[in-house]
């Protein structure tokens, strides 16, 4: 396959930055969009040029590294799908394609498609933990927990912190990312006991970050690659009007 | 961030509570408006002593309040979290094909709203405004003649054409307006998020294909 990019080439955080145009040739349908990515890397190195940085690191749709926007959807066209785990098959001979880092204030671009997503460590050192003092790994059986409700707090803690939901959202909102860990933890008996603070500090923190408001558009589900569900931030929204009821 | 700013959630649920009592005052509105569709000589004296019923209660003047506080708060708010929400992203994408994954309505709450809001201009400048201040002629029974009114403005085309399409808007801000309020303010059982969506869709289109048929109904009927 003939693919023409365009791709957003910044320097580091204080350049303007701009896209730029290359072309690569002899793609492999089957190769991972990464591994095109690596292609045209190989490629600018023969050529002397400045590699384009992008961030990876196991490339099978577990750890959340890889992430930017591919023809204006972030992770690509495909819904539900890491960047790593999209394949050149998805696009056709001859096709242009757009790349751009997640955009968000929260976000700042450090180089080319390389982005700063620490805010969201910031949302979890806020409360996306439960305190307790570490010792032997406690016997599982002496809190109980039923099985659907483990599936439950399962599905909210698949998240891997990729941003996705951040960058397709209109309005950069991390409601997704916050609300998946403040109900994982709401939903465990272990978590309960700080379930109040842990939601004002955290919503508070990803206020402080600089992200805005969830308007409910449900973008960010569509896109999210562990398809991380909306009602999450309605059981989100639920603890914080509780916590904030309830406020001594 | 100082102290005085209201966190993203509170500003939300600000939003949540004043479109309820928005969508809860439409229920009442229409309620009255529905009057108009009685035959001719029952509706002229029934909707003029309705109305004069509204401009006189207490109870209906402090609900009369709290609405336009509900209208003037849910503007307010709309602007705050849009000028925040602009903040949060100040490089655009240079190719931007998001809009695929969400509903074209559910972005445009803000337009959607200044449509609204352009017709509640024109429709209190009309009605409310000539009611209150203006001078009407009053009906065999002393009131003010608030149906002739209607009937003459509702007899221009353009007029029930411009009201038409904004119902058509509110129709699609009710539609998701509804059911993000129910979401922000948290419910989240799944069972009742779908309650809400149905619940949601019939009030929207019901209401707004209601509000909509009235003044078609006056224009050819009357």
Redesign the interface.
Known sequence: MHIRL?I?RQENSHDTGK?QDYAIADVNPDMSFLEMLDMLNEQLLAQGQRVVEFDHDCREGICGQCGM?I????HGPL?NTTTCQLHMRSFREGDTI?I?PF????FP?KCDLKVDRSAFDRVIQAGGYVAVNTGQAPEANSIPVGHPVAEAAFDAAACIGCGACVA?C????AALFTSAKITHLALLPQGAVEAQERVRRM??Q???E??????????CE??CPQQIS?????????????A?LLKK | ?GQWRQ???????WMAFTGLFLCFFLVIHLLGNLQLMLPDERAHLQFNAYSHLLSGNILIKIISWVLYASIIAHVVYAIA?TL??K????????????G????WY??N?GVLGTIIFIFLVIHFRDFWYVYKFGSLPLDERGNKDLYRLVVAVYSETWYVLVYVLCMVALCYHLL?GF??AA??????H?RY?RWVRVIGWIYSVGICAAFAWIPIYVHFLK
């Open positions: 365009k957003w896209m926007m023809n204006g959807r972030a819904k757009y751009e955009r968000a204030t929260a671009v397709v209109k309005n950069s909102s919503v508070d990803m206020d402080a600089g992200f805005g408001h969830c308007s409910n558009t449900e973008a569509a896109e909306v009602l999450h931030i309605a059981r989100m929204n639920w603890e914080y009007n509780k904030q | 961030m966190k993203t959630l509170t500003r939300k649920n979290i925040t929400n903040r949060s992203r100040d490089v655009k994408y240079h190719y931007d094909r998001r695929e994954v969400s509903k559910t972005r709450m998701h059911f993000s979401r922000t303010l948290g419910v989240y799944p998020v």
